[in-house]
């Protein structure tokens, strides 16, 4: 795939790093991810792809637009109250990049649904979206950029267990959803961790498509905005764990 010029110029500041390059400015425009929530992380997830030159991007969310999305989820403006999210940020997207190809799908994630993106990206807010996510991440050989938020604190990790042999999956870490799980409506977030997430979430997407510097797998990367603090954590595959444990 060659570069037009009107794409050399958009993405020259890539092309300068010599981890990207040209070589990879061309992946990124052949990549096809599938995003999982478009609101407060899939939002500057799905922004810094669609900058970076993503080829074509799936975006799954069937939510609306409210006024207490705002705070956080900045793709969005007042008229847009009401109407899909989904929608709303593909066009965002597309004004961004015209040449980008974004597919809408304004329905709810969940077991059975079939993205088409060779990269899965978590930014969904509810356990059974996540372990759905998960298994089929596994199950059909695709890695999965994980993110979640709330209050101060947000993590990222990819999780690769269809991809790598010794790498876990989120079952792994998280096996069961835990007792005091909250719905995310009825916590607190501060709305710039939100995007500190996302953005790192895109950061990892790029790095796995484009192959520079070391992905996020077997790792989880914690932010504590109230401390100004960041710091990764191990993780080891369950050999026991549900979905990708030894049978």
Request: hydrophobic share 40%; glycine share 12%.
């Amino acid at each position: 795939m060659s570069l037009t010029p009107e794409e050399l110029d958009r993405h020259r500041r890539h092309i300068l790093l010599k981890e990207i390059g040209g070589p990879g400015v061309q992946k990124l425009r052949a990549a096809h991810v599938s995003i999982i929530g478009a609101g407060a992380l899939g939002g500057p997830c799905a922004l810094y792809l669609a900058a970076a030159g993503v080829g074509r991007i799936e975006l799954w969310d069937d939510d609306r637009v409210e006024r207490s999305n705002l705070q956080r989820q900045i793709q969005f403006t007042d008229e847009e109250i009401g109407t899909l999210k989904a929608k709303g940020l593909a066009a965002r997207l597309r004004g961004m990049d015209p040449s980008l190809n974004v597919d809408v799908k304004a329905e709810r994630f969940g077991e059975g649904a079939a993205p088409a993106g060779n990269i899965l990206i978590d930014a969904s807010d509810n356990f059974p979206t996540r372990y759905a996510l998960n298994r089929l991440a596994h199950e059909t050989g695709r890695a999965m950029v994980h993110g979640a938020a709330a209050g101060w604190n947000g993590q990222v990790s990819v999780f690769a267990s269809g991809v790598q042999a010794d790498a876990p999956c989120y079952r792994c870490w998280v096996p069961e959803t835990p007792p005091d799980a909250e719905a995310c409506d009825e916590v607190g977030v501060v709305g710039a961790l939100t995007g500190m997430t996302g953005s790192a979430m895109a950061m990892e997407a790029v790095k796995l498509i484009t192959g520079a510097g070391l992905p996020l797998i077997g790792r989880v990367l914690l932010i504590n905005g109230l401390g100004g603090e960041s710091r990764t954590v191990m993780l080891r595959r369950d050999k026991a764990c549900a979905v990708c444990g030894v049978r």
